[in-house]
């Protein structure tokens, strides 16, 4: 590094001539600069690829403890979500109802696909559900035992947002897709002229 500075320091240092010679100076400074210019980059590179490599090991050291925890903990957010579905009583007559009213708004989902202010009604009435599950849990952890054999409305549970903001928004999704994919596929009025 000494002595790139010093040869630095020359070039710049060192009066110019005017006259005889001069393009033969000019010359050989312009050479000099080009070699620190080339010197110092390929320094320069070879720091940046070492960085670079270093860079990379970490990053990849990082995603293989990340994936080695996130496959460590499948195996039991797996287990604990098929626990959660066995630990539901799926014959109770209310459920029954959920799952046939959640069916009825797929098929109108399906069914309305050509009519949008119907489907925009069908996403407020999912999303209002979706923003009045917390009341609906509390309405229905009060009155339990007049249509439920199990008391499932725990007010930090995974009931409610699995079996009834999960499908809602599961029908919102399916509804924004169909419009956007209907709004894609539609030729522009560019296009028609």
Known sequence: MAQRLSVWS???TRPRVRGKGTNIRRNKSVSQICYLVHWGAASAMEDLKAALNEHVDLASE??????AELRSGF????DNFVSFFHAIDWKEPW?????ALYFVLLLLTISSRKNVNFQLCLSLLAFSGVYLADRVNGFLGR?????????YFDPHGLFIPVLWSGPLLIITIIIVLDESFRIHLQ????DKK
């Open 10 to 12: 020359d070039l710049w």
């Open 75 to 78: 195996g039991p957010a797996v």
């Open 187 to 190: 030729p522009s009025t560019a």
């Open 62 to 67: 990082l995603f293989e403890k990340f994936s």
């Open 95 to 99: 459920l029954v109802c959920l799952l």
């Open 143 to 151: 009155n339990w035992k007049s249509f439920s054999s199990q008391y």
